[in-house]
């Protein structure tokens, strides 16, 4: 099968939608021709083959200043559809990643114009309960441009169940598949070591680490004001614009906090979950939440809100609580760093949940199981 994948990211620029479109993709490539069209932002080819897949970047340039909360930087690439018009016309599906601004535009070429199979991944659900502006936005969006993408779509793929039922209009659902996201196992597993990596970046031992983009929809303040009642360093991997209030927030509040913004090879991540007490990802919206497989699968024990798709990841293999409520959250962390035997029983079960549904061979498989189904 011809396979062309849109997506105004790729190798070597590497977010969550980004990262799982190069596995899926180097894997798909093992049976199929698949062609990646992006954007050409710094120091990229303009055509090469990266594991396998070819891909095709796009001229661009970026739009690095947005009204919020509309999340910068976007690519914009005028030299975009006549690429696309070119690329399309060999393939047998067109698989878009997401549904936003650019995918409008993309979605008339490939079905009005060219009568193309078309296929969309949500990388994002609505956004719900995360602040009334981005909440409006996204309901303006979804009404006015996002519907028209999912109703052409020929299959579309959710990285949960709940970003599909909280995104995708009931109507729909029949061409919809919950499709979760992968974990490199290899990599982030029980075997890792911390190696010294709290001394490395300053940290004390035994901490509760979260891993997240220090933005409102990750919740994060609800996180610090949980930690008032533990007797444990916080430590906050990752960087957005509310670092410095956070900061603020727990010296205020009297929250032993360390906050790493510098970039970490995936193999310090990896020894970062190691040293840890207990992972928290506790978002107010979350369509998935890689970083909690990635605990999960170093054996760690987790903690997570209900948001979003959290629950299907954890399970009963971490604990779940109510999003925006720092009492249950600091309730949930005390339990497991006051419980050595239930801490290693989460961790063990956590291990386990990813091997037994979140691998990225597990998400490839069902990618060609859905494209099969169009057939």
């Known amino acids: 099968m011809r396979l062309l994948m849109l997506n105004p990211f790729y190798s070597p620029y590497l977010g969550g939608t980004e990262k799982h479109l190069v596995e899926v993709c180097r894997r798909l490539a093992k049976k199929h021709d698949v062609t990646v069209l992006t954007a050409r932002l710094p120091n990229t080819k303009?055509?090469?083959?990266?594991?396998?897949?070819?891909?095709?970047?796009?001229?661009?340039?970026?739009?690095?200043?947005?009204?919020k909360p509309l999340p910068p930087p976007i690519p914009i690439t005028p030299l975009?559809?006549?690429?696309?018009?070119?690329?399309?016309?060999?393939?047998?599906?067109v698989h878009i990643h997401n549904r936003f601004c650019y995918g409008a535009?993309?979605?008339?070429?490939?079905?009005?114009?060219?009568?193309?199979?078309?296929?969309?991944?949500?990388?994002?659900?609505?956004?719900?309960?995360?602040?009334?502006?981005?909440?409006?936005?996204?309901?303006?969006?979804?009404?006015f441009i996002g519907k028209g993408v999912m109703k052409e779509a020929d299959c579309i793929a959710g990285v949960s169940r709940a970003t599909i039922e909280s995104t995708v209009p009931k109507k729909w659902w029949g061409k919809c598949s919950v499709i979760y996201n992968g974990t490199d196992v290899k990599l982030f597993n029980p075997r890792v070591k911390?190696?010294?990596?709290?001394?490395?970046?300053?940290?004390?031992?035994?901490?509760?680490?979260?891993?997240?983009?220090?933005?409102?929809?990750?919740?994060?303040?609800?996180l610090v004001e949980a930690m008032k009642g533990v007797d444990a360093q916080l430590v906050v991997f990752g960087r957005g614009p509310l670092k410095d209030e956070l900061a603020k927030q727990a010296k205020k509040t009297g929250v032993n906090a360390a906050f790493v913004s510098q970039r970490l090879t995936d193999?310090?991540?990896?020894?970062?979950?190691?040293?840890?007490?207990?992972?928290?990802?506790?978002?107010?919206?979350?369509?998935?939440?890689m970083v909690l497989t990635e605990a999960m699968s170093c054996g760690k024990p987790v903690v997570?809100?209900?948001?979003?798709?959290?629950?299907?990841v954890i399970g009963d293999a971490g604990i779940v609580v109510p999003k925006a409520n720092p009492k249950k959250l600091?309730?949930?962390?005390?339990?497991?760093?006051?419980?050595?035997?239930?801490?290693?029983?989460?961790?063990?079960?956590?291990r386990k949940r990813v091997l037994s549904n979140f691998t990225w061979d597990r998400t490839a498989k069902a990618y060609e199981k859905m494209y099969g189904g169009l057939r």
Request: glycine share 10%; hydrophobic share 40%.
């Open 330 to 350: 600091r309730e949930a962390i005390n339990r497991v760093l006051n419980n050595s035997k239930l801490s290693r029983r989460l961790g063990r079960e956590g």
């Open 267 to 289: 193999e310090q991540l990896a020894r970062l979950y190691s040293a840890c007490s207990v992972f928290v990802l506790p978002s107010a919206w979350e369509p998935f939440g």
């Open 80 to 93: 975009g559809m006549v690429d696309l018009k070119r690329e399309a016309a060999k393939a047998d599906l």
């Open 105 to 143: 535009a993309e979605t008339w070429m490939i079905k009005s114009v060219l009568e193309k199979k078309l296929g969309l991944t949500l990388h994002n659900a609505r956004t719900i309960g995360v602040d009334e502006k981005t909440d409006a936005l996204g309901q303006f969006y979804d009404d």
């Open 304 to 312: 997570g809100t209900d948001a979003g798709g959290i629950p299907e």
């Open 194 to 222: 911390p190696e010294g990596i709290e001394g490395e970046l300053g940290l004390e031992k035994g901490f509760v680490l979260t891993n997240c983009r220090l933005v409102p929809q990750k919740g994060v303040k609800y």
């Open 46 to 67: 303009e055509k090469e083959t990266i594991d396998g897949v070819r891909v095709v970047r796009s001229q661009a340039w970026i739009l690095k200043q947005l009204p």
